[in-house]
């Protein structure tokens, strides 16, 4: 037999080995328990409309020594050594036994665990990644990449304006050579001054942001907005301090 079909068997026989029944504790609806090969007695209360679930376990070599912790919206709110009433300090409790805990054979159930102590499926894995991947893509999409749009013109840094690459070039350096021009012109209006220069800049590449953002009603381009707030914050470092 192959490790891989071990591993598979295993998990088979865990989740045959939990029994299911009602709760009976108040704010839960089903339970699923089962007493380990360690001797080790572990219960799991849900309740799925509450998005709760309850982790119980007696621990064998503890001399039946009870853990519970509480979980509500995927956030830990409630561990407890029920012998000492001492309520930190014994997480590993729990995380020992999460592959056996993981067997559950209730994908929604293991998901109300939401990862805490690494209680984990494949399935919540691979929603967390894809969770994941789709914020990243989103991301790079809104700052950094481009797209071509159904109609098969191109538009990305530049917001949602439909166009030609080299269109959306134009309209940005257009952009930086005012701001440029702009502040070059304060720092011979002010005598020479890199402080003046640096402020211009800085104000303008902010000014810059909230027009795309408020007026154009395109996210602002990061490009842009640094170019000008780092040019700005080094010219006015220089001005003001150095020379």
């Given at each position: 037999m192959k490790k891989t079909d071990e591993?598979?068997?295993k998990k088979a026989s865990n989740a045959s080995s939990w029994q299911k029944r009602p709760s009976e504790i108040k704010g839960y609806k089903v339970c699923y328990y089962l007493t380990d090969k360690k001797k080790d007695y572990i219960r799991v209360d849900v309740n799925p409309k509450g998005k709760k679930v309850r982790l119980y376990i007696e621990v064998f070599k503890q001399g039946g020594c009870p853990y519970f912790s509480a979980i509500a919206d995927g956030k830990i709110i409630t561990e407890k050594n029920l012998l000492t009433k001492r309520s930190f300090g014994f997480s590993n409790v729990f995380s020992e036994r999460a592959s056996l805990v993981s067997t559950i054979p209730d994908e929604d159930v293991i998901e109300l665990f939401a990862g805490n102590y690494g209680i984990e499926s494949s399935g919540f894995l691979k929603t967390k990644e894809d969770e994941k991947k789709k914020l990243l893509k989103e991301t790079k999409k809104m700052y950094f990449t481009r797209e071509v749009s159904d109609e098969g013109s191109l538009?990305?840094?530049y917001g949602d304006e439909k166009g030609s690459f080299l269109k959306a070039i134009l309209w940005r350096s257009i952009d930086i050579f005012f701001g440029a021009a702009l502040s070059v012109s304060f720092f011979f209006i002010f005598g020479y001054s890199f402080t003046a220069?640096?402020?211009?800049a800085a104000f303008y590449g902010i000014i810059l942001g909230a027009i795309d953002l408020f007026i154009r009603e395109r996210s602002p381009n990061v490009f842009k907005l640094l170019l000008f707030l780092a040019a700005g914050f080094?010219?006015?470092v220089y001005g003001y301090y150095i020379i």
């Open positions: 591993i598979v068997d538009s990305g840094m220069l640096g402020a211009c080094v010219s006015y």
